[in-house]
């Protein structure tokens, strides 16, 4: 849980030319992305929000994001994303185009917190393999 008077580590984004940005820049492009798409209308989205930054303190190595739908709709539907809340993990592939390696739909706390380690292992575990075959 975030403390009181602490900074977030979660990205707030309000629009899509914000999206546009955070995704070209070339710092995030080796990290992977973690994104919340919440709405302020939304019990289940706001109770998961704690948890979100919870998530985002644990893993320092990726980058959260929270999208308020009604602030980015045009994102919502090119995500396509029905229902929220909806967290989607993604990594940059080789042709630096942005990939959807996982989503959850719902505010289910144990499987968001799994489905995020797993996702982390698993970009920590590629990343490692890729410097393995570029050392060997």
């Not at 955070?22 to 080796?30: A, C, G, P």
């Not at 190595?61 to 602030?71: I, N």
Request: glycine letters at 2%; charged letters at 25%.
């Amino acid at each position: 849980m975030l403390e009181k008077g602490a900074k977030s580590r979660v990205v707030q984004v309000d629009s899509q030319e914000t999206w546009n940005l955070i995704t070209s820049k070339l710092m995030y492009q080796d990290s992977p992305i973690i994104v919340n798409f919440t709405a302020t209308w939304c019990m289940p989205a706001t109770a998961m929000e704690p948890l979100f930054e919870e998530q985002a303190l644990i893993h320092k190595d990726a980058l959260f994001l929270s999208v308020d739908v009604d602030e980015a709709k045009g994102l919502m539907k090119k995500m396509k994303i029905r229902a929220m809340p909806t967290f989607i993990m993604m990594t940059c592939n080789k042709k630096r185009e942005w990939v959807v390696m996982d989503k959850v739909v719902g505010a289910n706390p144990n499987e968001i917190k799994k489905r995020i380690a797993a996702f982390i292992h698993f970009i920590r575990k590629q990343i490692k393999n890729n410097v393995e075959v570029l050392v060997n």
